[in-house]
């Protein structure tokens, strides 16, 4: 019997239970035939309720990281094409960042069922459990003066904010520099560590963690307020090897337009998408706290913010607070 | 017996030979006092020749890399006080690179005898055999956007040409962006490796070499056209922790008007001694090999190119080759 049918069925069900009658009237086939593809679909990693009055329902659907899986979904060139897929990991960034320095070539990407001490912006940690998210480093060899790095860092949060919207639908805006945010909560973050010689960057390696199937009780709860997942925000599951897949295609062609282009279309673009923009807001600066509206990025991928006394200044360095009004 | 007063005697005489019998009348001290200060002197590291007619003559003075002479030496609040001196190392910024990463404090300073494989610029080596040179690498943590680093480079390359250009006398030059050049001959290599968290630069590692007393022999013969060192432009040895001490006086102060003041007043400094301005030149770039004439620098750091066509464009990565015409 073809599992394929039986998970067709499954998925028009829904939350609902299908009992092995329906099941196997359905499907032309015997009861035992029925319970053979059930325990076929377990071992491929699906979980059932199964209940003697009401019959079966799926409750969990396989969802790992593996190499040979993801390979076969991508589409780029060279983003993600030498994969190492690790499971448990201090840090995905770590390890991409040891391996550019022997020398990894562009597009290598380090991805981790879970990070024992993710890392986020500000030597702040990242909550990466297993299974659960997208946890992922990739090295980047760019040919660009060093002052390029901070575009860099936009261009990737304009692709990923980009490929999720098009893959959940859900509502996804970028706070600026590069945080992706639903509703005021934060679903992804992007650290960009660069290495440079006088003027000229050596390598990037680009930091990403999409938090894709985590349920509250994932989280601390202090973070619950500031925090969500794709989710609990639409309602349902994703694929994590698809999200990848999809993320890569479109961070690589934004690249490749970056390269030949500049970063006017990615201006653009972060613009478009940005909730940063028009509200008056704090801005914790290395050299104070300041408070002013942000109205735009600047041609080198700094922050235009308007300060009361109607001056407009980039912000190079600035972390910035909620919105004073929204 | 003081032997100071004897130092002074042979320092003096300079190349000429002292008679035993004329230090002992000059210092009113018997032949066997003189005998004996030379023979304390030579445990302190100076090294005479001696002729049984025509007496002796200094032919080396000890000038060895010693925490405590350099610390007593430092007019520095925060550069090189927290020092690590070193023998023999594969090279000072990769030691510097590692303290950094641990957290290192800004001003620690590694400095080296030698290096079996010092680091240039673009992956080139740097010949740094022991004793000859100052072979160091110290650790900015400025509170900076990412794109300053280049600043830092031209900042480094101005404060070590004038502290240079004071304590030896020498006309030396800038090659942009770093390169510390008499008559054409490059007697020091700067090379900062920085790295960054998205806009933010996290820490520098300064690397700096200075050929100080090295002799032709100390060269491949393949270099002797391009490299010089400050004893064999000025015909005499230099200290090695005295201009390690003035170096890191002048660099400090340059940094703290930086940080204060901004690149205005670095970029006139950079200007006045540079040796790349107004000399048609190639330019290699990533992107290919251009020609054009340089006049000045960029607000950014880059440096600004006339090409043929009258055009006028920042380079923010090149290596220039020789001047076509000088």
Redesign the interface.
Known sequence: MNTDKLLMLFDEAGEQFLSGESISRELGVSRTAVWKSIHKLQEQGYSFEASRKLGYRITGRPDPLEASVLENLLETKTFGRKLVVLQKVDSTQNIAQQLAQQGAEEGTLVIAEQQLSGRG??GRGWVSPFGKGIWMSMVLRP?????S??QL?LLTAVALCRSLRAETGLDIGIKW??DLLIAGRKISGI??????????L?YVVAGIGISVNLAESDYPEELLERAVSLRLAAGREFSRTRLTASFLRDWEALYHLYLEEGFAPIRSLWEALSVSLNHRTTLRT??GVLEGTPIGLHE???IMVEFEDGTLRPL??AEMGEPAST
């Open positions: 912006r500000m040919l660009l003066p060093v002052a790095a901070p860092t520099p590069n650290l960009l560590e660069s290495a440079a010689e006088d003027e000229r050596s290395p050299q080198t991928g700094a190079y360095s």
